[in-house]
Nanobody, 127 residues
């Protein structure tokens, strides 16, 4: 089965940094476009960032540009979201997801194409 498991969330002060991990099993992660999404209490799910097949193309929301960066570790079949200069408004449950088809170099932060989802990891930014 295709499965994604997020980890690395926690409590951090504003201006701090955090790295989230998304570990894949049942498929080779590098062959899929991967997206990160987040949802704060009472708010709609928001696309954060994505990485295309083999990491050729990336996209991100304007709210996180220059602060969040995605990367892959193919040996560990894991994708990461490096977050810096964190703000209270970044507080949310963060989810990773895989595109419904492999071998897509272009990626989108619109959720419609993503069908394989992790369970989420909580990020809280508070002083």
């Amino acid at each position: 089965q295709l499965q994604l498991v997020e980890s690395g969330g926690g409590l951090v002060q504003p201006g701090g940094s955090l790295r989230l991990s998304c570990a894949a099993s049942g498929f080779t992660l590098d062959t899929y476009a991967i997206g990160w999404f987040r949802q704060a209490p009472g708010k709609e799910r928001e696309g954060v960032s994505c990485l295309g097949e083999r990491g050729v193309i990336t996209n991100s929301a304007d709210s996180v540009k220059g602060r969040f960066t995605m990367s892959r570790d193919n040996a560990k079949n894991t994708v990461y979201l490096e977050m810096s200069s964190l703000k209270p408004e970044d507080t949310a449950v963060y989810y990773c997801a895989a595109d419904r088809q492999p071998f897509r170099t272009f990626c989108t932060i619109s959720a419609g194409r993503y069908v394989f989802w992790g369970q989420g990891t909580q990020v809280t930014v508070s002083s």
